[in-house]
Each structure stands twice: as C-alpha cells, then as structure tokens.
C-alpha cells in the first residue's frame, strides 16, 4: 500500500495545505495510506483531530517526509528525501531551476502540478492553476475595492445618485473572467482587454465590455495560453488603454506568459494620467509585474495612484 506524505507549508505568509481531510476517505479507498506532519492544516482552519476522524496518521516532518509520494503547494525540503521517492507540488520550474535540477539529480521523481496543459481532457482534473487562479481573481476585486474611497455600486439616497465604480481587467484568462464576475456582482463597470479574441464572449456573458484595438490578431496559443503580442499591437493597445485608464477606479492586471517575465502593460508615463485614488491590483507581481513600479506583497503610491 502506497504512503502519501503531507508536510506543513513552510513559505512565508503561506495558508495553503495539499491536502484537506474530506479528500482522505477517497484516497484510502483506493489503497493510500496517508499521513500528515502535525498541525499542517492550522492555518487553513483544519485541526489534527479532524485528519484523524478521517483514518489519516499525524506524525512528524522526518516520518512524512519518508512517503514514497509527498504531495505539497510548495517544494519541501526534498533534501530529507530519498532516491526512488515522488514529489508532487507546484514547483515553478522555470523560476526555479537549481532546485528542480537538485531534486533531479537526487533522483526523485518530480510531479509539477501547474505545467499541466489545461486543455488535456485527461489534465483538467488535475489542472490546479485553474482553481488557484479563480481564487487570485476574486480576491482581487475584493481587496482592490476595499482601497478606493467610493463605494463600489451605485448608490440612489435622497442627497443624490452615487455612480458606480468602474474597473478594467486586464487579462480574461481564469483569473480575469472571476475577478469581472466578482466585480459585476458587487455592481461595478466593467471593461476587460485581452490578446485572446476568444475571450470576448466570455467578457461580454458575464456583463463586461471588452475593449480591442482596432486590426487585432487572435493571440492564442493551442495550449490555451497567451503569446506574446507584435510591438505595433502593443504600442495600439497601450493608446487605448492610457484613455481608459483615466475614467476607471480600480485596475486589475491578470496578464503572463507562459515561461516569460510579465509583460509590462500599464508604464509610468500612463500612470500620470489616472484619477488619484484609483487603485492597481497586480496579479503577476511575482513574474515582475504588468506594472511599472510594482513590487510582490508591498503597497506602494505614485501620484496619488495605489
């Protein structure tokens, strides 16, 4: 019978853990034992007592850590591991090259869950950008409208009529389209671009209005992914974007390239035009941003733009 290994996430400010307890009695089912490093759950509201109300082992790091598969979010200590042992987790392999060329080395199998092309019938289950992603997005429109100063729907008192906040989505991959729906539903405006036509239909089912430069190429890998764009649709999508910029509140930036550092989408010459106020949610900080200035976990306000 097969082990499977969960060890606690040691990443900073990370809440995540691989794997909840309502998915032990299916693993067991088929012929997993499972075990779990003490309090990995803690930070995801999953207490030991309910890991083991559903037949799963608590132990500590160095007995998880001997699984024949280890299932993480992020790349363990896969020093304490073995050759012949399987580590399944998302492991960024291209911003993580050293690592995964040590865990190859020590002969562990590696399982790099988010390089699984989600359009593989066979992948889709097991596609996990999709369902981290959709999370990215609505968190976004969330916490991008808890830092504007208006409110976010329209507002009829007898003083007068409120008009509603407006956003632009940039990007309407999974992410975007979750993070136009949750905007929609907080009675926002909505506008949406993409390199993708094919996203257009998907913008407009969910109330938003997509915006594309005129003569624009469908830029569509089979993958489903982006590509990168031609420098003249670039320099046409950025004069539309910079009048856009300056009527909405809140931007969010969803767009990356597979294997490539973010595209830089929105400059510092166009963030002189915003309203102050207006606020900026970058999701592809941690590929370098679609933003200038953009720095990971930090707040940080030019010309009165956040």
């Known amino acids: 019978m097969m082990r499977i290994g969960i060890p606690k996430e040691r990443t900073e400010n990370e809440t995540r853990v691989a794997l909840v307890p309502v998915s032990i009695p299916k693993l067991a089912k088929l012929g997993f034992d499972i075990v779990i490093e003490k309090n990995a759950g803690e930070k995801s509201g999953y207490s030991d007592s309910e890991y083991e109300e559903k037949g799963a082992k608590i132990s500590d790091l160095k007995d998880v ?26 492991a960024d ?25 989600r359009r593989l019938s066979k992948g889709q289950s097991m596609d996990v950008n999709s369902s981290q992603d959709n999370l990215s997005g609505y968190k976004a429109a969330l916490m991008g409208s808890q830092h504007i100063a208006k409110m976010v729907p329209m507002m009829m008192t007898s003083a007068g009529t409120v008009r509603p906040a ?37 913008v407009e089912s969910l109330g938003g209005k997509f915006l594309t430069v005129e003569g624009a190429e469908n830029l569509e890998t089979e993958g489903g992914y982006a590509k990168e764009a031609s420098e003249e649709f670039k320099k046409k999508q950025e004069e539309l974007l910079s009048e856009t910029l300056k009527k909405v509140d809140i931007v969010i930036c ?51 733009v956040k």
């Open 65 to 90: 850590m001997s699984s024949e598969l280890v299932a993480s979010i992020n790349i363990p200590d896969f020093k304490m591991m073995k050759k012949g042992q399987m580590l399944a987790c998302m």
């Open 254 to 304: 969803t767009a990356l390239i597979p294997r490539k550092k973010a595209p830089l989408i929105i400059k510092e010459n166009m963030l002189v035009n915003m309203k102050p106020g207006s606020v900026i949610y970058d999701l592809a900080a941690i590929q370098g941003g679609n933003v200038a200035f953009t720095q990971v976990d930090k707040i940080v306000e030019k010309n009165g």
């Open 93 to 117: 392999p291209f911003r993580n090259l050293k690592e995964i060329k040590e865990i190859i080395e020590a002969g562990i199998t590696l399982l790099s869950l988010e390089v699984i092309p």
């Open 166 to 202: 407006k956003f632009i989505v940039q990007g309407a991959a999974v992410a975007g389209l979750q993070a136009i729906a949750t905007a929609k539903r907080m009675g926002a405006i909505v506008f949406a671009t993409d390199v993708r036509i094919a996203s257009k239909e998907q």
